[in-house]
C-alpha cells in the first residue's frame, strides 16, 4: 500500500515510518524539520510541508498518490500550548483544514487516519476508564485544538463522506521520544547522573498525576490496524487500559539506572491546569481490529532509559 505520513520526521513518525516498512509498505511523508528527517531519506520519499499555509501539500500528494495518510503533523505539548496558544491552533487547526481540503478536491478515496490525543477528555468526573463517548472537557489549548481537530474530520466524514478514521491516544513513550515530555526528560537527568555524575537530582513537576502509558511501538500497530479495520467516521482509544502515578514511573526509571537519586520539585515545570488522572477503556479498537499491547511498562522504561544514556 502507498502510505503518507505528516509529520514523518517527529518521534510517533519514526516509529511508524519503520513500522510500515517492515510491513513492506511504500512510505512517503512531510517534514518541517529538515535535520530531524535526514535518517529517513534513504527509505522514504519526503516533502517539506508547513501545512499552516499547505505550501507543496498539493504537489506532495499527487506525487505520492497515497491510499492512506496518517496525520501526525502537530504541535504536540499540552504544557507548550499554554505558552503558544496561536501557534498551536495554526499548526493542528489549520493544518487540518488544509490537509482535509487538498484531500477532499483532489484525493477523495483516500483514507485519513486522524490522530488526536486523550487530552480532550480533560478532567473527568471518575476514576473509572474512559470509553469514546465519554464528554470532551478540555484543560488546555492543545486539548481544544484536538477537539476542534476531531470534529472537523467526523464532519468532513458526514458532508462529503470521506474515509477518515480517528484515533485517540494515551500517553506514549519509549526510544526517541524529545524530553520537552516528562519521562524522556527523567531518563535524560537519570542517564546524565549515571553517566557523568554531578549532583543526584532530578527536577520534577507535578508527581501525582494519575496516567495510562503505552509503548510508542503498541501505539503505531494500533494505527496501521485501524488504517485497514478501522470504520470510517468512528473514534477509537488507543491505550494500555491500566494506571500509574507519575511518580511510579519516575521510580521505575531510578531503579533501572541503580542509582541513589534525589527528586526535587521545580514550580518551573507545572503545567497551569493540570489533569488529575487520564485511564482509558481500549475494548472498541481490541474488538474491532484484534490489537492489544504487547510491551510491558518496565520494558518500555528500560528502552527510554538506554536511549538516554547513549545520547547524553
Same mark, same amino acid.
Given at each position: 500500500?502507498r502510505?503518507?505520513?505528516?509529520g514523518?520526521?517527529g518521534?510517533?513518525g519514526?516509529h511508524?515510518a519503520?513500522?510500515?516498512?517492515?510491513?513492506?509498505?511504500?512510505?512517503?511523508?512531510?517534514?518541517?524539520?529538515?535535520?530531524?528527517?535526514?535518517?529517513?531519506?534513504?527509505?522514504?520519499?519526503?516533502?517539506?510541508?508547513?501545512?499552516?499555509?499547505?505550501?507543496?501539500?498539493?504537489?506532495?500528494?499527487?506525487?505520492?498518490?497515497?491510499?492512506?495518510?496518517?496525520?501526525?503533523a502537530a504541535?504536540?505539548?499540552?504544557? !507548550?500550548?499554554?505558552?503558544r496558544?496561536?501557534?498551536?491552533?495554526?499548526?493542528?487547526v489549520?493544518?487540518?483544514v488544509?490537509?482535509?481540503?487538498?484531500?477532499?478536491?483532489?484525493?477523495?478515496?483516500c483514507? !485519513?487516519?486522524?490522530?488526536?490525543s486523550?487530552?480532550?477528555?480533560?478532567?473527568?468526573?471518575?476514576?473509572?476508564?474512559?470509553?469514546e463517548?465519554?464528554?470532551?472537557?478540555?484543560?488546555?489549548?492543545y486539548?481544544?485544538?484536538?477537539?476542534?481537530?476531531e470534529q472537523?474530520?467526523?464532519?468532513?466524514?458526514?458532508?462529503y463522506?470521506?474515509?477518515t478514521?480517528v484515533?485517540?491516544?494515551f500517553?506514549?513513550?519509549?526510544?526517541g521520544?524529545?524530553?520537552?515530555?516528562?519521562?524522556?526528560?527523567?531518563?535524560?537527568?537519570?542517564?546524565?547522573?549515571?553517566?557523568?555524575?554531578?549532583?543526584?537530582?532530578?527536577?520534577?513537576?507535578?508527581?501525582s498525576?494519575?496516567?495510562d502509558?503505552s509503548?510508542?511501538r503498541?501505539?503505531?500497530?494500533?494505527?496501521?490496524l485501524?488504517?485497514?479495520?478501522?470504520?470510517?467516521?468512528?473514534?477509537?482509544?488507543?491505550?494500555s487500559g491500566?494506571?500509574?502515578?507519575?511518580?511510579?514511573?519516575?521510580?521505575?526509571?531510578?531503579?533501572?539506572?541503580?542509582?541513589?537519586?534525589?527528586i526535587?520539585?521545580?514550580?518551573?515545570?507545572?503545567?497551569?491546569?493540570?489533569?488529575?488522572?487520564l485511564?482509558?477503556?481500549?475494548?472498541?479498537?481490541?474488538?474491532?481490529?484484534?490489537?492489544?499491547?504487547?510491551?510491558?511498562l518496565?520494558?518500555?522504561?528500560?528502552? !527510554?532509559?538506554?536511549?538516554?544514556l547513549?545520547?547524553?
Amino acid at each position: 500500500m502507498r502510505v503518507f505520513i505528516t509529520g514523518i520526521e517527529g518521534f510517533v513518525g519514526h516509529h511508524l515510518a519503520g513500522h510500515l516498512l517492515a510491513a513492506g509498505h511504500q512510505v512517503s511523508g512531510s517534514y518541517f524539520d529538515e535535520p530531524s528527517a535526514a535518517d529517513l531519506k534513504k527509505n522514504c520519499s519526503l516533502f517539506r510541508i508547513d501545512l499552516r499555509r499547505g505550501t507543496g501539500l498539493h504537489q506532495a500528494l499527487a506525487g505520492a498518490k497515497p491510499e492512506c495518510i496518517y496525520h501526525l503533523a502537530a504541535q504536540s505539548s499540552p504544557a !507548550l500550548s499554554f505558552k503558544r496558544p496561536v501557534d498551536t491552533f495554526e499548526i493542528n487547526v489549520i493544518g487540518l483544514v488544509n490537509l482535509l481540503e487538498e484531500l477532499r478536491n483532489n484525493v477523495p478515496e483516500c483514507r !485519513l487516519v486522524m490522530v488526536s490525543s486523550c487530552e480532550v477528555y480533560g478532567l473527568t468526573d471518575t476514576s473509572d476508564p474512559v470509553k469514546e463517548d465519554h464528554p470532551y472537557n478540555a484543560a488546555s489549548p492543545y486539548a481544544v485544538s484536538k477537539i476542534s481537530q476531531e470534529q472537523l474530520a467526523i464532519q468532513y466524514f458526514h458532508t462529503y463522506r470521506m474515509d477518515t478514521v480517528v484515533a485517540r491516544p494515551f500517553p506514549h513513550t519509549g526510544p526517541g521520544q524529545p524530553d520537552i515530555f516528562a519521562l524522556p526528560s527523567f531518563a535524560r537527568q537519570i542517564a546524565g547522573i549515571a553517566k557523568h555524575g554531578g549532583e543526584p537530582v532530578v527536577l520534577v513537576g507535578n508527581l501525582s498525576a494519575q496516567r495510562d502509558i503505552s509503548d510508542v511501538r503498541d501505539v503505531v500497530k494500533a494505527y496501521d490496524l485501524l488504517a485497514r479495520s478501522g470504520k470510517s467516521g468512528q473514534v477509537y482509544n488507543v491505550c494500555s487500559g491500566g494506571c500509574l502515578t507519575i511518580q511510579q514511573a519516575l521510580e521505575m526509571l531510578i531503579e533501572i539506572s541503580g542509582r541513589k537519586i534525589e527528586i526535587r520539585t521545580d514550580p518551573g515545570r507545572f503545567r497551569p491546569l493540570d489533569i488529575p488522572i487520564l485511564r482509558g477503556d481500549n475494548g472498541k479498537i481490541r474488538q474491532q481490529t484484534g490489537w492489544q499491547p504487547g510491551y510491558k511498562l518496565r520494558q518500555t522504561m528500560e528502552d !527510554l532509559y538506554r536511549y538516554w544514556l547513549d545520547r547524553v
